[in-house]
Every structure is written in C-alpha cells, then in structure tokens.
C-alpha cells in the first residue's frame, strides 16, 4: 500500500472485532501481510474461532494480557498493566521494523479505557506507523483525541442486543 491509515472500531454495540477480522481476511485475500495483537482475550479459556481462522490464513497472531481484573479476581492492576505495555513495546518493534502491511490491536483501546494504557501511549504507536501500513484499533474507550486523529472511525452502538435478556455467549457467534 502506497498510504496506509489509522481506523479505530469503538462503541458499546456488538462487531467492532468482526470488523477488524473481515478487514483482515480481505487484505490476506490480496496477499498483504497481516499482523493481529489482541489484548484481554483468554484463549485457552474461550478458544476464539477468530484466532484459529487468523492463523490458518496466515496472519501472525500474538496476544497480551490475556487476563482483566473484571473476569479474574486476584489480578493485580500493576502485572495487567505491565503486560500490556509489554505488548505496547512489541508492537513498537514491528512498528519500526516494517514487517506487515496491516496491523491489527484487537482490544487495545480496553486497556485505554481501564487505564492500563495511557492514551499517550497509544499515540506514540499511531506516530510510528509506517507510511504503507494500515493501522487498525478496536474496542470500547477511543479517547476524542485519539479519535480526532483516526482517519477512520465507526462507532458501533448498541441499540439492542440479546444479552440483555440473559442470553449467554454463544460459540462461533460472541467468540
């Protein structure tokens, strides 16, 4: 890619990681590479189908803090934190490095939103974007000024949404 820009999917509703997932499945369709870094999933736990489809395609997936205080308990706020700005370094190095022609950060902007990341911190990876590479950045807690310098952003509200009548994660649908 000649251009690459910054989307950010946020909002309350349902689809802002589907979204991301359809990006990358349409940019390995045209043999671009395609990294994917998520943030606060727990796949051993849920066993994302996502995750699995991502890497048979050939996209390289790597995840960070795959744990949140909300679901664990006796998480420490300090050891999420530093997992995360483990993962911030690491997207720094490929940032640098030039190695995909899309990034995906699946969830970072929750670790915005919980304050294990600062949005600082989140600019600093915005500024380091190649030129070529297209930055994708999804969740709940897209700050107005991280906004302000998306080139993209979807909101994606809930009008409705079935988990309000107790209807549980299902798999191959929320996960």
């Known amino acids: 890619m000649k251009q690459g820009l910054i989307q950010i999917y ?7 990681t589907t979204a991301a997932v359809g990006l990358a499945v349409r940019a390995r369709g045209h043999n671009l590479k395609v990294g994917y870094v998520f943030f606060h999933k727990d796949p051993k736990r849920f066993r994302y189908g996502e995750i699995k489809v991502l890497k048979k395609i050939g ?39 030039g190695s995909y022609d899309v990034l995906i950060l699946d969830e970072i902007l929750i670790s915005l939103r919980d304050g294990f990341l600062k949005e600082k911190e989140i600019h600093e990876i915005m500024n380091l974007k190649p030129r070529g590479m297209e930055l994708i950045m999804t969740g709940r807690g897209a700050t107005s000024k991280i906004i302000k310098e998306a080139d993209l952003v979807s909101i994606i509200k809930k009008k409705k949404h079935y988990f309000d009548r107790g209807v549980a994660k299902r798999r191959g649908v929320e996960f």
Not at 10 to 16: M, V
């Open 59 to 97: 996209v390289k997936v790597l995840g960070f803090s795959h744990k949140r205080p909300h679901f664990y308990k006796n998480l420490s706020q300090n050891s999420v934190r530093r997992e995360c700005l483990r993962g911030v370094n690491f997207i720094k190095k490929i940032c640098c490095d």
């Open 10 to 16: 946020t909002g309350d509703g349902k689809g802002k």
